[in-house]
């Protein structure tokens, strides 16, 4: 059973150009989570979705950021516009069961793109 | 908004040599994960921590989560270098159903062959 892939792993950008990650979750898993780990930082939770659905996206910048989870394919998460700021590593992470199961959920964590704007 | 606590920020010891990493909330916490980040890469589970006075040990880790389910401790017995890395936890801090899944800081080790 492959892990959860992310692609690409390097991710170079001009300002003001677009950058799309996408992220594939481990077979089974309906539930995908983006997190930003901004260098030196600790992982800030971003969004939280379902298939086709955006659950939470409460740790979402307002402008420019966007994600999806199609009913077919990866995860999403595009960021328009970059920015130096926007240099980071972005992690997706994604679980089989929803976070508020009641159960024990690991997450189960990509290797991360970085992304890099010039 | 409610956060975890790591300390130490960094740490440096011999190989051989015992160290303690702690992870403190605010509040109480439905679960406390432990990850541990190598270098430029992605997260690898550690353990997961779900009742208050739990304690589990894999290999020289083990890890604790007090009575009141708001501080867990990470011990490692006779450090490796290859036990080098960062060491995360996380949370399920939900309240009232809605969720919220937090991380520490982290806790950068390094250990002296």
């Known amino acids: 059973n492959a892990g959860v892939m992310q692609n690409p792993r390097h991710l170079v950008r001009r300002r003001g150009q677009e950058a799309r990650l996408r992220c594939s979750p481990m077979k089974g898993h309906s539930h995908v989570y983006w997190y930003r780990q901004l260098p030196e930082e600790g992982l800030k939770f971003m969004v939280y979705?379902?298939?086709?659905?955006?659950?939470?996206e409460s740790g979402m910048p307002k402008e420019r950021f966007s994600a999806e989870f199609p009913k077919e394919g990866p995860s999403i998460l595009r960021i328009q516009q970059v920015v130096r700021g926007d240099s980071a590593a972005y992690f997706c992470?994604?679980?089989?069961?929803?976070?508020?199961?009641?159960?024990?959920?690991?997450?189960?964590f990509g290797p991360g793109t970085r992304l890099t704007v010039l | 908004s409610q956060e975890l606590e790591q300390s130490p920020q960094s740490l440096i010891v011999q190989e051989g040599k015992n160290l303690t990493i702690n992870c403190t909330s605010s509040k109480t916490l439905y679960g406390l994960y432990w990850y541990k980040q190598k270098y430029g890469e992605g997260l690898i589970f550690l353990m997961m921590?779900?009742?208050?006075?739990e304690e589990k040990s894999h290999e020289k880790i083990t890890a604790k989560l007090d009575e009141k389910k708001q501080q867990s401790s990470l011990h490692i017995t006779a450090s490796q270098p290859s036990h080098a890395g960062i060491y995360l936890c996380g949370a399920d801090a939900r309240t009232s159903g809605t969720y919220k899944y937090i991380f520490g800081t982290g806790t950068r080790l390094k250990v002296l062959a």
């Open positions: 921590l779900q009742k208050g006075g």
């Open positions: 979705l379902q298939k086709e659905n955006i659950i939470d």
């Open positions: 992470a994604s679980s089989p069961l929803p976070p508020t199961s009641g159960r024990h959920n690991e997450q189960f």
